[in-house]
C-alpha cells in the first residue's frame, strides 16, 4: 500500500519544539502518513566540532516523538559511511520503498540555499519539497523562492502554513551556555536529557 511520507533531515543538535511543529504541521495539512526523523552524521556544510554524539542526538529524538504515533525515527543516515548527501539518502530510499511518495520537509532558509545542495535538480525530482516558514524571511520572499525554484527544476514545492520558527538549535545552544532558561524551546524530556547529561555546557559555534 502506498504511503506518503514526510523526512524531516537535520542534525537536530538539540530537536527542539520548531521541528516537531513543522513535522506535525506538514502531517496534518498534507495528509502524510509518516514523518521520519532522519538525524544527520556528518553534513558538509556543518562542521563536526559543532555536533554532539549520534547517541545523545538519537535519544533526545526518541524522547522528543516518543507520545506521537505517527513520528519515526530513521537511522539511516547515521548508518551510511561518509559524508551524508540528502540526494544519496533519497535515492536510497527510491530503491527501498518505491511504491511509496516523499515529501522532503526543510524551513525555508533550507529553500534559499537548496541550489547549492549536491545535485539539487535530482533532490527535487525525488521527492515533493515542503517548506515552513522561519524567521526572519517574509511570506513574500518565501513564494518568490518557491516559484522561481519550481519553474527552474520542474519541483513540487509546496508551502506548510504556519508562524514564522523563530527558535533555532544553535541559539538553544547558546542560551545553555549562558545559563539562560530553555524549557519554552524543548520538550520537558530533551530539557531534562540536556541537564542530566550537561551537553552543551562548553561553547561550540
Known amino acids: 500500500m502506498m504511503k506518503k511520507i514526510g523526512i524531516m533531515g537535520g542534525t537536530f543538535n538539540p530537536i ?3 521541528h516537531l511543529k513543522m513535522a506535525l504541521e506538514a502531517y496534518k495539512q498534507f495528509q502524510l502518513d509518516e514523518v521520519w526523523f532522519m538525524p544527520t552524521k556528518n553534513p558538509p556544510h556543518k562542521a563536526e566540532k559543532e555536533i554532539i554524539s549520534d547517541d545523545h542526538r538519537v535519544k533526545m529524538i526518541e524522547l522528543a516523538i516518543k507520545k506521537i504515533p505517527f513520528f519515526y525515527l530513521s537511522k539511516i543516515e547515521l548508518e ?3 559524508t551524508t548527501y540528502t540526494v544519496d539518502t533519497l535515492c536510497q530510499l527510491e530503491k527501498d520503498y518505491p511504491n511509496d511518495y516523499f515529501y522532503f520537509i526543510l524551513g525555508a532558509d533550507s529553500l534559499f540555499h537548496i541550489h547549492t545542495w549536491k545535485s539539487p535538480e535530482k533532490v527535487m525530482k525525488l521527492a515533493h ?3 515552513a516558514p522561519r524567521y526572519p524571511m517574509t511570506q513574500e520572499e518565501e513564494i518568490e523562492r518557491k516559484d522561481m525554484l519550481s519553474e527552474q527544476y520542474h519541483a513540487d514545492i509546496q508551502l506548510i502554513s504556519m508562524e514564522p520558527i523563530r ?3 544553535m541559539n ?3 542560551r545553555i551556555f549562558n545559563k539562560q532558561p530553555i524549557n519554552e524551546y524543548l520538550p520537558k524530556e530533551v530539557e531534562q536529557y540536556v541537564k542530566k547529561y550537561h551537553l552543551y555546557q562548553e561553547r561550540s559555534d
Open 80 to 82: 551510511r559511511e561518509g
Open 129 to 131: 519539497i515542503l517548506s
Open 167 to 169: 527558535i533555532s538549535s
Open 172 to 174: 538553544i545552544r547558546k
Open 16 to 18: 527542539h519544539n520548531g
